[in-house]
């Protein structure tokens, strides 16, 4: 199944942090149907569908037969507390397990393609190099277990129109994210420490989200990987956050993983290799250190 006509896309998770940014960046032609438990920011378009449980196949049936027909789906509703999963992954499960097959089945009925996004939390961390797409899964928190099932919910309901778009390290103009949480302790407390020994890429949704409706509009079903380029560790990516808010006097210590130990553990190195997007678009995801000064320069 080729990509998505132009027409109207449905986008789920439209209140979070990257759903709210798929609707801001639909391209000419698309119309982004919005939909979420929970009402839109004021800065982003609005949320036309509000309180729909996605794992409610009804409802799911009911939303496509009100606001449709769609002529593709961005799938960015998810459970994304992590540490809370390793107690919850029941509901972990519901919301990124079951959902994923219920709107993929909803896809398939129609005859649609599906962009469901997902995670580096897939991978065990252990690898020297890149993720490439094909790497083997081994997930080693509840987030990452319940996000893989997810992927094969969706692949196996809907396999020519799914696209499984992981990615990692997410921040954004909206929604709770590491540059924020570091830029309100710096001014807190003047002093911080920050694991040093956990890698991955940075990505903006400014980044993501154009390239998601690409994967969408033209991209081929099969899983793809969506990051910016480079990779730094959170201390670098902390530092980084200082330096363009120009907090540059605030002490900042590297320290490792197990001096801060977190209920759900995190991949040690989870770039991921992302040459299929890049080979789809011409062009990869801006480097990380370039996404993070544009971002930066809209917040400070
Ligand atoms: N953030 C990252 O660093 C990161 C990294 C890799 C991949 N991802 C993936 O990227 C996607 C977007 O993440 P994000 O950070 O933008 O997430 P987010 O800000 O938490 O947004 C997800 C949205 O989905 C909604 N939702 C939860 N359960 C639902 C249900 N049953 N039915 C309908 N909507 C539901 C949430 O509502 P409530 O707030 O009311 O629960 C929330 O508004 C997810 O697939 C996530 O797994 C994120």
Known sequence: MIGAEPGRVLVTGAAG???????IDAPVGFEAVGTDLVEGVPEAPAVEAVGVDLAEEDAVRELFRE???FTGVVHAAAYTAVDRAEEEEE?????NGTV?????RACAAEGIPLVAVGTDFVFDGEARE????????RPRSAYGRTKLVGE?????????????VRTQWLYGPRGNHFPGTILRLARERG????????????TTTLELAPALWDVLARGEAGTYHAACEGSCSW?????????????????????TTERFPRPAPRPAYSVLACDRLTGLRGRALAPWERALAEFMAGVV
């Open 91 to 95: 509901l972990a499960l519901r919301v």
């Open 17 to 23: 942090m990257l759903g709210s940014q798929l609707l």
């Open 235 to 255: 201390y670098g990516f902390a530092s980084a956050v200082l330096a363009h808010a120009g907090l540059d006097r605030v002490r900042i210590e590297p320290c």
């Open 100 to 104: 994923c097959g219920v709107v993929a």
């Open 130 to 137: 890149p993720y490439a797409e094909d790497a083997e899964p």
């Open 67 to 69: 606001l449709g027909p």
């Open 152 to 164: 094969e919910l969706a692949r196996e309901a809907h396999p020519a129109g799914t696209r499984v």
């Open 191 to 202: 002093e911080l420490s920050v694991v040093d020994d956990q890698v991955g890429a940075p």
